[in-house]
């Protein structure tokens, strides 16, 4: 399995003590892009699983259980929060992008159509 991970750069040596995600369903898809929430609470990590993945910081253990976003039908590629947090977008090679909202760091609901280009 591939290790993804989170460093603390405040850290004497960031490297010594790493957080590290791990979510056996990834498999062997590489991580195309990461995006930090304006809170610093969440990442949101994008896939060559068609899957987008909310990990929450704040955890003891993020890796227990991130979050999964489904709806692309190819690998997902870009991913950015919106400045106030409360929305999550992902653009896709299928040719889509989505939006989620968000509510108290929870995902609240997932458009039934993707905008498409």
Do not use: C
């Amino acid at each position: 399995m591939r290790r993804r991970g989170v460093w603390n750069l405040q850290a004497t040596d960031p490297s010594a003590s790493p957080r590290i995600l791990r979510d056996q369903r990834i498999g062997v898809h590489a991580i195309n892009a990461v995006a930090f929430s304006p809170d610093g609470h969440s990442l949101a990590t994008v896939s060559d699983d068609t899957m987008a993945r909310v990990w929450d910081l704040q955890a003891a253990d993020p890796s227990a259980s991130p979050r999964i976003l489904r709806g692309h039908d190819d690998a997902v590629k870009g991913v950015a929060f919106s400045p106030d947090g409360q929305y999550l977008a992902t653009g896709s090679n299928d040719h889509t992008a989505r939006g989620v909202e968000f509510a108290g760091d929870r995902p609240e609901r997932q458009p039934n159509r993707p905008a498409r280009r």
